[in-house]
């Protein structure tokens, strides 16, 4: 896959495909980006950031990282998996991409449950402190990942690249989707169905809205499927389910505690879009 400079649109060189071997990625216009220690790198220029701190904060990456780790989303991770290694072979490599990954929860267990497969695994996310975490996490298990903070909305990535784009309730726009994957490449896009978490929102809203998560783009869709499960959590894992939510920050703190200390169990529910990049414009 090549990274594109996210200031002059020309190529970006890492450091083992470059003359220079130091810790720089760089383009032909000698633009230049440093690898922060933890192993990622910044390619979100400050004219690009609308705000000082973009994407979730320190506590909602925490929050996601705890809970994820704790394995309450592995039905999801596993269909995805195996929908995934239907549809690729073991002689090929492949570019993975996580469009808005978080703190890489998807990355690291797809390279686990697809271990005998060649792929490399990508991610970016407008978060610093959620690419931080993310690449910190990827990189003491293994060696074949990349972590960039960038927005979803301008990918740093040269056309045609990825093979894969995986969207697990993250903003991407379709033409960006579409100009990164390659001629007959996959995206993944997972979005929470109606029912998903309805116990906090009939706590939370007098009128529950429901919605059609489906939105009418003009590629192929090749496969479509619902991931539903049960989750019986401890309040403790209540809280951080709140807290990565859009709820967090909407519920007054009344409302909020009375879905922390609820002792139902919780509805999730997903619907996961499989897409496919037409063979030819
Ligand atoms: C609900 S979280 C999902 C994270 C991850 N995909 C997961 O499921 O664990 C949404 C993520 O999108 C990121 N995000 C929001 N706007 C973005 C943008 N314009 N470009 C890239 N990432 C963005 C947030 O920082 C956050 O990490
Ligand atoms: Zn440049």
Known sequence: MMWQCPICDSVLYTPNDSV?????????????????????VNLLPVQ??????????KSMVKAREVFLNNGHYEPLIQAIASDLQ?????????????????????????NQLLESH?????????????????????????ANHQYIVASSYHLPVSKH????LLQVFAPIPSTEALRILKRGGLWYQIVPNTLHLQEFKSLLYTNIQSHDPHQELDVNLINEFDVNFTLSLSSEEKAHLMAMTPYAHSATEDKRNAC??????????????????????
């Open 20 to 40: 220079h071997r130091d810790n720089t990625w760089r383009c032909q216009q000698s633009h230049c980006f440093d690898v922060a220690k933890q192993g990622y």
């Open 48 to 57: 690009f950031k609308h705000s000082l701190d973009p994407g979730d904060d």
């Open 86 to 110: 239907g549809r690729i072979s073991q002689d090929k490599t492949y570019h993975l991409f996580d469009a808005g990954c978080g703190e890489g929860y998807y990355l690291r267990r797809l």
């Open 118 to 142: 060649d792929i490399t695994y990508y991610g970016n996310d407008i978060s610093k402190n959620a690419v931080l975490r993310a690449a910190k996490q990827a990189h003491s298990m293994t």
């Open 161 to 164: 690249s990825v093979d894969v």
């Open 260 to 281: 922390i200390n609820s002792n139902s169990s919780l509805t999730i529910a997903f619907k996961v879009y499989v897409y496919q990049q037409f063979l030819m414009d």
